[in-house]
């Protein structure tokens, strides 16, 4: 079911800096399965949600090197969590001029997850110069009507897929359809993706926190980018 886009959004603004609002050109928002439905068999004996998480940080690294400076998601544990956690390192690092955003779908969204999960989103939301609402109350299409809300506000989508069947793919039909610039990890034959990103970069895996990613990407990707280890890209909307 898709969410009627004529119909007003209800906002509340729990954190009232939507300057955001204003910088679509420099707006990224992020979609991306929670960890149930990502990979979890080890591939040439490393765990996939580190190389996940590691392919991520990069895409984030290449927006920020494109320009981008406002990142909006969408506080569902996984993908979300994990590219919100990576911005507020950077910002507690000293990169003053990122600004976090978050578009939860109602305000008792927090109530669905527990311990580090919970406490991680609480993280989150206290770091975030806005916190949106896109409905007062849980109801059937909310996830939807929050993934429209992020890709009305933003010019790129950085997304983790294996099933487009699933509210990521829907959040990427929905980029597609408005032409946002697109990075996409596609996950659907994620042995051969994680095996042809080892043999080019066997250190990768030896990487063990945000920190060290930053600077991997500073010594092996700056220059080169890394589109040959993504499967799905599109410059669409980039017009900087």
């Known amino acids: 079911m898709n969410p009627n886009l004529s119909e007003p959004f209800l906002l509340e603004e729990t954190h009232h800096n939507m300057q955001f609002l204003e910088h679509p050109q420099e707006t990224v928002c992020f979609s991306g399965h929670r960890t149930k439905s990502l990979p979890t068999e080890s591939i040439h004996g490393v765990h996939p949600f580190v190389l996940i998480q ?34 507020m390192h950077k910002m507690q690092a000293g990169r003053t001029d990122l600004h976090l955003i978050s578009a939860l779908p109602a305000p008792r969204h927090i109530q669905l997850y527990h311990g580090e999960t ?3 989103l609480y993280r989150i939301l206290e770091q975030s110069e806005a916190v ?34 699933s509210g990521t793919g829907n959040t990427i039909r929905q980029a597609q359809e408005k032409q946002l610039a697109l990075r996409i990890l596609d996950l659907s034959e994620a042995e051969d993706l994680f095996g042809q990103v080892l043999e080019a970069y066997p250190d990768l895996a030896t990487l063990t926190n ?14 080169t980018g890394i589109s040959s280890c993504l499967l799905y890209t599109s410059d669409a909307a980039d017009d900087k």
């Open 118 to 120: 919970r406490f991680r």
């Open 210 to 223: 945000m920190a060290q990613c930053s600077r991997y990407y500073e010594t092996h990707f700056r220059t």
């Open 54 to 87: 590691i392919l991520l940080f990069f895409l984030i690294e290449e927006a920020l090197d494109d320009g981008y400076r406002y990142f909006i998601n969408g506080g569902a544990e996984g993908v979300d969590l994990w590219a919100a956690t990576y911005i």
């Open 132 to 165: 949106i609402y896109v409905s007062r109350q849980r109801k059937r299409n909310y996830n939807l009507i929050r993934n429209a809300y992020m890709t009305d506000h933003a010019t790129r989508l950085l997304a983790v897929v294996k099933n487009d069947k």
